[in-house]
């Protein structure tokens, strides 16, 4: 094998091909299906340089690695946001352009709540979306059973005591009320399960309707319901940001230029900013 500063684990390069998750990958690495230069290798972590070292999978070479796509879509209610389903409920798999584009949903959303729901086949950014040290803000527009109160949005900026532990300190936003119900916006950096419902519930007002309008940087906008939309270069670009170490979360950005940052999370404790750092 070539030694150049350019290497990458095996396992990694044959799902950037795009012909199988990381963790197939590894199964067929340890089940000894993978030659690099016609030897067998089924050390996993194993690092060859893509630009160099001829590596084969069941005897095949390996085809060019997929170049990285991201997408969003807005899921409907009444859809797992999945593309399968053990319970066979309906999944999202029939909204997305192309099944061979090997698209996988970045983090949750429930059966019965809609909105932005981002897929891509880059592992590396999804997995920097969903990490807690980033900070990656989500916010929804909910439908709430009754009208929140002044000391409710306050315990909401404070953060509540969940079964699961304190939730971290929420933005709150009114957004309009009905009859007996109203609409609320709520952003936060935690991704826990059925945390928006269960903060709401805590406080008596249980979810009638639940829709992720922002995702980091990216807006739902105008996507119609079930529809899917490719990232711009822009979008995409911010993303891939999260890959820099020390970008984009506002920790290492001044005041004055916080505007690109703005969909990660800027104000933290500085007890939180040095648990990062760490
Ligand atoms: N919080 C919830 O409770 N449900 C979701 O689908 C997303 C956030």
């Not at 070292?53 to 070479?61: E, F």
């Not at 940087?217 to 670009?237: H, I, Q, V, Y």
């Amino acid at each position: 094998m070539i030694q150049t500063e350019e290497k990458v684990r095996l396992q990694k390069i044959i799902a950037r091909a795009g012909i199988s998750s990381r963790r197939k990958a590894e199964d067929l690495i340890q089940s000894g299906q993978v030659t690099v230069n016609g030897a067998v290798v089924t050390t996993l972590g194993t690092k060859v340089d893509p630009a160099h070292d001829h590596i084969k999978v069941s005897g095949k070479h390996l085809p060019a690695p997929a170049p990285d796509t991201f997408l969003i879509l807005n899921k409907p209610a009444g859809v797992v946001s999945t593309l399968q389903d053990p319970e066979g409920r309906p999944t999202i798999k029939h909204m997305l352009p192309k099944p061979s584009l090997r698209l996988f949903p970045v983090g949750r959303l429930d059966f019965d709540s809609e909105g932005l729901l981002l897929l891509t086949n880059n592992g590396e950014v999804a997995q920097a979306c969903l990490h807690p040290s980033h900070h990656v803000l989500k916010t929804y527009l909910i439908k709430i059973k009754g009208i929140l109160q002044d000391s409710e949005i306050l315990q909401l900026k404070r953060g509540l005591p969940l079964e699961d532990g304190p939730t971290a300190p929420a933005k709150v936003r009114k957004a309009g009320k009905a009859e007996a119900n109203s609409w609320v916006e709520i952003t936060i950096h935690e991704g826990r399960k059925h945390q928006v419902k269960r903060m709401l519930e805590y406080l008596g007002h249980p979810v009638i309707r639940l829709k992720r309008i922002q995702f980091g940087p990216l807006n739902l906008g105008s996507l119609p319901l079930g529809k899917s939309r490719f990232l711009t270069d822009k979008e995409a670009n911010s993303l891939r940001q999260l890959l820099v170490p020390g970008k984009p979360t506002a920790r290492r950005v001044s005041p004055r230029r916080i505007k690109p940052a703005r969909w990660a999370e800027s104000k933290r404790s500085p007890r939180d900013q040095r648990k990062t750092r760490n």
